[in-house]
């Protein structure tokens, strides 16, 4: 087998843009450095000799490719997962994982929480400023003005049985409103219908103002109760909580400090990079499919129990041990691998989650409204014993955004199968704004991975009597019913 050999010629170490020349002055500004220079690679395989540039510490994979082996096939990247492998140039959002940062379009993530509200960082994220008053004020009533739900999606809606997953009910209505729209479509109205800027504005509104609608309605369809129609005078966080607990009051008004802390869990929740659901938006953006679809994708990548639904299984971890004594038992579980923890580390974050911070500090502010949610003592005792013990510290294991977010949605009073469409509605807006951001950007093209294929060489067609029998596993599940009925006379067995 041939051995590659790699060593670096830096040219120069230079203060530049964190990708190319396509990011913002806050790259800059912030002394972000790259290097930029050649990657020599020695092909033992063949003796030849590669210099490949590096620009902003990246290598092109087409360059990788201009290796070839003596069998003529080009040299590919293996990379399962993405590990290490950049897809794109962004300027929205940007991760130090090891040092804990989070920003918005260079704006940390401490400050939005703290002076921002939902609709502005939304409009952050999507145009890249920060809206001027002017501004804010259009955004906002173009938004509110768009979160009526149509009467027939509505009922549609009304159409789920009654105990329905609302993410299962928030997909597959949001997949359907694409139906509503054939003049935003670009299958129907034409590829280059989204090179208008307010043909695309028009969809950001839609998006945005139906969403907390669609939800809230999945929300009131579990507790067997009429929707609630939005209430556009509202704040965008306070509508949605209107839509949720109103019952026969003519003047029902959500508190308002929950409303506060739900929208600091939006601004949170809004945006992260490219994570799994994320670069399903950018996938699915780029076979040219209408912008429902492709949010509803985003929505289905988010559901996974490994995306959207950690909050969820923290949640259940801390029911399971029940009781501050029982940590020290599931610790050792933990690292014995009999048991799992959930709500610590990161993919991308190798300190303290900023996030998970933020969210901590707003646990007792929803408590003393609703009252203090009992898992929280738990909680907080399995985080002083795990920042505290080597085997967590030497792993970099440190809570994330889902540690304390779920014991809050719990104090609120949210089942846990809303968890999912609670990180959904915030998530929109980094999904928009990303979805906006691949319609400019030239470099982008038709996603299309490579496979690494080890299935069977070339074989001839073989007739049925002439088969085989295998050794797959068939069988699927059977119920009592069903057992029933084919144990009587004349049933056709399965």
């Avoid at 450095?33 to 510490?57: C, F, H, P, S």
């Avoid at 509505?154 to 049985?161: I, Q």
């Avoid at 209408?290 to 959207?308: R, W």
Wanted: proline content about 5%; aromatic content about 10%; hydrophobic content about 40%.
């Amino acid at each position: 087998m041939g051995i590659i050999v790699l060593s670096f010629g830096v040219v120069k170490m230079e203060r530049v843009a964190l990708l190319r020349n396509q990011l913002s002055a806050k790259a800059e500004n912030t002394n972000k450095k790259a290097a930029e220079g050649t990657l020599t690679i020695v092909d033992n395989r063949t003796g030849k000799k590669y210099d490949v540039k590096i620009q902003d510490n990246l290598i092109k994979a087409t360059d990788i490719g201009k290796i070839v082996g003596g069998d003529g096939e080009p040299l590919r990247s293996y990379d399962p997962g993405y590990m290490n492998t950049v897809c794109c140039t962004s300027r929205i959002s940007y991760i130090d994982g090891d040092n804990g940062i989070l920003e918005y379009r260079g704006y940390p993530i401490e400050q939005l929480a703290e002076k921002s509200s939902f609709l502005e960082v939304s409009f952050l994220l999507i145009y890249g400023e920060l809206p001027s008053a002017n501004e804010l004020e259009y955004f906002t009533k173009r938004v509110m003005s768009h979160t009526f739900l149509h009467t027939d999606a509505g009922g549609m809606m009304k159409a789920f049985r009654y105990n329905a997953h609302p993410m299962g009910m928030f997909i597959s209505t949001l997949a359907a409103i694409s139906t509503f729209h054939p003049e935003a479509n670009p299958a129907l109205s034409g590829q280059t219908i989204y090179k208008s800027i307010s043909v695309r504005n028009k969809q950001i509104h839609r998006l945005l103002g139906i969403v907390p609608t669609i939800a809230a309605n999945a929300y009131r369809h579990r507790e067997g109760r009429s929707y609630n129609k939005p209430d556009a005078s509202k704040g965008y966080v306070e509508n949605f909580l209107f839509m949720l607990d109103r019952l026969a009051e003519h003047k029902y008004k959500p508190h308002p400090r929950l409303v506060r802390a739900l929208e600091i869990l939006f601004i949170l929740h809004a945006e992260h990079e490219l994570n799994c659901s994320t670069a399903a938006a950018r996938h699915l953006s780029s076979s040219g499919v209408d912008v429902y679809t492709t949010m509803a994708g985003a929505a289905s990548a988010l559901y996974g129990p490994l995306h959207g639904g950690a909050n969820e299984a923290v949640l259940r971890m801390l029911m399971e041990i029940g009781d501050v004594k029982n940590i020290p038992a599931f610790i050792e579980g933990v690292k014995n691998k009999k048991a799992l923890l959930f709500g610590f580390g990161h993919r991308i974050y190798k300190s303290y989650d900023p996030r998970a911070k933020i969210v901590k500090s707003l646990a007792d502010e929803v408590f003393s409204i609703v009252g203090r949610e009992p898992m929280i003592e738990v909680a907080m005792e399995l985080e002083k014993i795990a920042l505290s013990d080597p085997y967590f510290i030497e792993r970099k294991l440190y809570p994330n955004v889902d540690f304390y977010t779920g014991i809050i949605y719990r104090a609120m009073g949210f089942p846990t199968d809303m968890f999912p469409l609670l990180f959904t509605i915030p998530r929109m807006a980094g999904w928009i704004a990303h979805w906006n951001e691949f319609l400019d950007d030239p470099e982008n093209k038709i996603v299309r991975p490579r496979q690494h294929y080890v299935g069977s060489p070339r074989r001839e067609y073989t007739p049925i009597s002439e088969r085989t029998e295998h050794n797959f596993n068939l069988s699927s599940p059977m119920t009592a019913k069903q057992r029933r009925r084919l144990a009587g006379t004349g049933a056709e067995k399965a």
